[in-house]
């Protein structure tokens, strides 16, 4: 499954939520590869309410993604989703910006945390190299 593909599932799930326009970077950790993985962020006025959340991870289990579990804690709740060698993490509440790429400083201080949506998605394998024939 192609990262644009991955992308355009999450963007038609979230507009089901009526959470508006989904920025997309490029990846989250040290060094990563744009086909291998990404971040994604939707910034709300308040922390996401539940109804439309819901709507959400129902709209993503349509898209025939896999849910795997629930994370989270006070702060956030989350699940993970697999579909076509991608793993999708789903956050909600009040998310960390670190390492998305996609939330803006606001007047040059560094945001730590915003109340919305936050995706970070890795393709299981992505930049595995393939060992060589024996001479």
Known sequence: MSRSAVQGDISAAVATGDFGRVRFGEGFSE???RDCEFAAAVVTPDRPAEKPLKEVVTALKALRW???GNIGDENVEGWLFEKGGWTVDLLAGTVPTA?????PSEQGAEVKAVNGLQFR???RGCGATTPSPAP
């Open 66 to 68: 896999k849910q795997g």
């Open 99 to 103: 390492n998305t790429g996609v939330v």
């Open 31 to 33: 060094g990563h590869r």
């Open 121 to 123: 998605g890795s393709r």
